[in-house]
């Protein structure tokens, strides 16, 4: 499915992220890349109908030990 050199993962493997992006619309927060995979602002759409949820870094939540000012 891929012409690139290294081969882009496919849509099954775990970094199917990685994959080049050949479609983007930036004004409907949505990209495709070279496997298939739509990757949205909120989650991923795999070639297989599948829902795949976002992978973000939590934000800090504030109860991380503090600096104390002497």
Known sequence: MCG???????ADADDCEAARVRVSRPEIGCSELCNG???FDTGCLMPSGAVVAPRR???RT?????????
């Open 62 to 70: 504030g109860s991380e030990s503090k600096a104390v000012d002497s």
């Open 37 to 39: 995979v739509l990757i």
């Open 57 to 59: 870094v939590l934000p």
């Open 4 to 10: 690139h050199l290294p081969e882009c993962p496919s």
